[in-house]
């Protein structure tokens, strides 16, 4: 009886894992049925309502464009072959939705936005029987959300997108039964929305004079000469708010205050702390000049905000409240007469000050306030919300104080991250967040009691555009991370399992290909596992998705189906490149593996370091030092370890007493990320680990000259262990950026000849 009971288990698991192929996020409760109901131009769904008309027409409209016929909508209940009936649930919990169905009808019931999910998971269903026909699986569903939040980002400032693009977008949101689009439109470097009582703010504030050429990293800065801008006027608005509505959207619209204000600052310099004059921002960053804690300018701000909340119909507006420098109000007589008057302690509770004045604004107005993590500095308004980005210490305080908070942080929610090897993807701000690592997100903090954890709403994706010029870039970032997420926030932990979603994902490109959206091919991509062996270094290469071939070259030519098959790990022993690609049908589906490895004495040696790296910039440890893999430049965020130490020692044992007379040190100069050069590098020899002699030093003028590989010659000398110390640079001085804070020490290989 146990043994049959585990049979019917076993099946049944088989089959839903057949059913849920394709869906995602995943149903809480599925059931596959026997046969397929066929849809065609004869098939009848019955509608008593007018909002659940809207989802069909919207259904329709999908099913016009990819399958080339539409659904007869009625409203007689007579039973007809092929028909499709809708039952509306009041007060039905948010995005509740039932199907059940047969060969011959549906069932789908439900409250409106529920209704509105079942239709996006039918077509997901969808698959096609013939011309200007599709069928489906015959199924049951029960299906609802975790949270009440589940959202994603976009920034329209760094880039802008036009109105089309917004739709398509929030499109994206509302196919995988998200419902909150957090609109950034305003920053540095430009003004989005139109503020009829200050029209410069999109004269001025909408367009800048150039914009950066490349990586914000890589000094010095170039920039192309083109004025570069858009808004969207308050016309436009209504029509996106209305056709998020349609969607069951919320639209949650992001005025930066007080920092971030530098294109606000331009076209309105008056309500500075210097009165300018200031240009909207052609480079990335955070900038000094912010909005001045005066009474004029909370006057303008409350114009402002009175405008926007007349224009989104939701329940909170969001000011920003990040990266706010203080540089300007410690020098500004009239915010230190503030400071003076509120009885404040610095300038941190003068930023409190700051928000506290504007939640009453947007309190007047009928809405909450909600805004960055650094909005908890120097105390909290009483009814705020909190949208926790630094990690999620910031949302654990602020749902200890009872707030209500929105999890968005970048470790696994910011979209702008690398999610394949860096090489082989377009340029992006750095960081390194591949779909399984989205998909791994837990949005509540295991730290808070069950009381606390109620003040978790959800969590959020974002995009900060200052590296997606246009919108199939932005596509690309997304895809197919929002379809981790969506699972993360829909079904969450329920039946989180990543081998079932990573199977559901590869067989879901198909519904992405029929729409052509532009999605990366990161989960197809090489990755390889470096190891030391004697004489040196084994290299494995796999496929996050299984794949039917890895195949490779070492002669420098492109890999294709008949290059050399991979079964077992490849041996390298000298200098070489390896070139990798997955195959599936004759067909290449992964993005290019590509590695070179440089061998010296030191390569795959046992190494030792004195203090750990920082455990954000600790991807391989200290292995990373000696596996003949040279850090890139720019800088990603991977193959460079990072130490905030005052120094490190790193000790290599060459296994064998050697001649040598040049070390190699690699080390990171990347200012704008806060990371400098070292201060000093040496280099000590021994012969037995115990009495080290000084052969080398480099101080900091010979390592700037350098700038990256520094090389240190020295006489021949025989040795078999040798010791590299490297100095931080310390305390960056002022007029650099990060200047009062520790400098960031990054080192990569060391090479010894």
Request: hydrophobic residues 35%; neutral net charge.
């Amino acid at each position: 009886m146990v043994k049959k009971s585990i049979i019917v288990l076993f099946l049944l698991f088989n089959v839903l894992m057949v059913f849920s192929q394709k869906i995602i996020p995943l149903p809480v409760f599925q059931q596959q049925l026997k046969g397929d109901f066929l849809f065609s131009s004869s098939t009848q769904v019955f509608v008593n309502s007018e909002t659940s008309l809207e989802s069909v027409n919207q259904f329709n409209d999908f099913l016009s464009q990819y399958y080339g016929f539409k659904l007869i909508v009625t409203k007689d209940r007579n039973p007809v072959q092929g028909k499709i009936y809708i039952e509306l649930i009041k007060d039905s919990v948010p995005g509740y939705y039932q199907i059940k169905m047969n060969s011959d009808e549906i069932e789908i019931s439900g409250g409106e936005e529920g209704i509105f999910y079942a239709f996006q998971t039918l077509k997901q269903m969808l698959v096609p029987a013939g011309k200007s026909m599709a069928s489906v699986n015959c199924t049951e569903i029960t299906d609802y959300p975790r949270f009440r939040w589940r959202g994603m980002h976009l920034d329209v400032s760094r880039h802008f997108v036009t109105v089309d693009s917004v739709k398509k977008y929030i499109d994206y949101i509302s196919m995988y039964k998200m419902n909150r689009f957090h609109w950034h439109l305003t920053d540095d470097q430009g003004w989005r929305i139109e503020i009829k009582k200050y029209p410069k703010l999109t004269q001025v504030g909408g367009f800048r004079n150039g914009t950066l050429i490349g990586s914000y990293s890589v000094y010095p800065h170039t920039f192309d000469s083109l004025r570069y801008g858009g808004f969207y006027t308050q016309e436009q608005i209504k029509e996106v708010v209305e056709y998020a509505k349609k969607r069951f959207v919320t639209i949650l619209p992001e005025i930066e205050m007080p920092g971030h204000s530098l294109a606000a600052l331009a076209a309105y310099p008056e309500y500075s702390c210097t009165g300018g004059p200031f240009e909207v921002a052609n480079a990335w960053g955070v900038f000094d000049d912010v909005y001045c804690a005066k009474d004029s300018t909370f006057n303008f701000l409350t114009d402002v905000l009175n405008e926007v909340m007349d224009l989104f119909p939701g329940e909170y507006i969001h000011i920003g409240g990040d990266e706010c420098p203080k540089t300007r109000w410690k020098v500004c007589p009239g915010c230190q007469e503030i400071i003076k008057r509120e009885s404040l302690k610095d300038e941190s509770e003068l930023q409190s000050y700051f928000i506290k004045r504007i939640e009453k604004i947007i309190e007047a107005g009928g809405k909450k306030l909600i805004g960055w993590d650094e909005i908890l500095e120097g105390g909290l308004p009483p009814n705020a919300a909190v949208m926790s980005w630094r990690g999620t210490q910031g949302g654990i305080d602020a749902a200890r104080q009872k707030h209500y908070v929105v999890m968005s942080p970048g470790s696994h929610c910011y979209f702008d991250h690398y999610q394949g090897t860096p090489t082989s993807e377009p340029l992006a701000i750095g960081g390194y967040t591949t779909v399984e690592k989205v998909y791994s997100y837990e949005p509540v903090p295991g730290e808070l009691s069950a009381g606390e954890q109620k003040y978790i709403l959800g969590a959020q994706g974002n995009v900060w555009t200052e590296y997606m010029p246009c919108f199939t870039h932005i596509e690309y970032m997304i895809f197919p991370r929002i379809c981790a997420l969506s699972e993360v926030l829909w079904s969450g932990s329920r039946s989180r399992n990543w081998d079932d979603f990573r199977n559901r994902l590869v067989r879901h490109f198909s519904f992405l290909d029929m729409q052509k959206i532009n999605y990366a091919k990161s989960v197809y991509e090489i990755k390889a596992e470096v190891k030391s062996i004697e004489n040196g270094l084994s290299v494995k290469l796999s496929s996050v998705v299984p794949v039917e071939k890895i195949c490779y070259t070492m002669d420098g030519s492109e890999p294709a189906e008949k290059s050399m098959l991979y079964n077992k790990e490849i041996l390298l022993g000298s200098d070489g490149t390896i070139k990798a690609a997955a195959f599936e049908k004759g067909m290449r589906r992964s993005p290019l593996y590509q590695q070179s490895f440089s061998f010296s004495k030191a390569t795959g040696k046992n190494v030792i370091l004195s203090v750990q790296p920082n455990k954000s910039y600790n991807t391989g440890g200290a292995f990373t030092l000696i596996d003949g893999i040279l850090g890139k430049i720019p800088w990603y965020g991977k193959e460079w370890l990072g130490f905030l130490n005052d120094e490190v020692e790193i000790s290599i044992d060459l296994e064998k007493t050697d001649s040598i007379c040049n070390v190699i040190v690699d080390v990171l100069d990347a200012q704008s990320s806060w990371i400098y050069l070292p201060g000093s590098i040496e280099v000590s020899v021994s012969d037995d680990n115990i009495n080290f002699k000084s052969v080398r030093k480099a101080d900091i003028k010979e390592i700037e000259k350098a700038a990256r590989s520094v090389n240190l010659t020295f006489d021949k000398t025989v040795a078999r262990y040798v010791k590299v110390r490297v100095a931080n640079r310390g305390i960056i001085p002022d007029g650099l950026p990060g200047a009062g804070n520790k400098a960031w020490l990054f080192i990569d290989e060391i090479q010894v000849r």
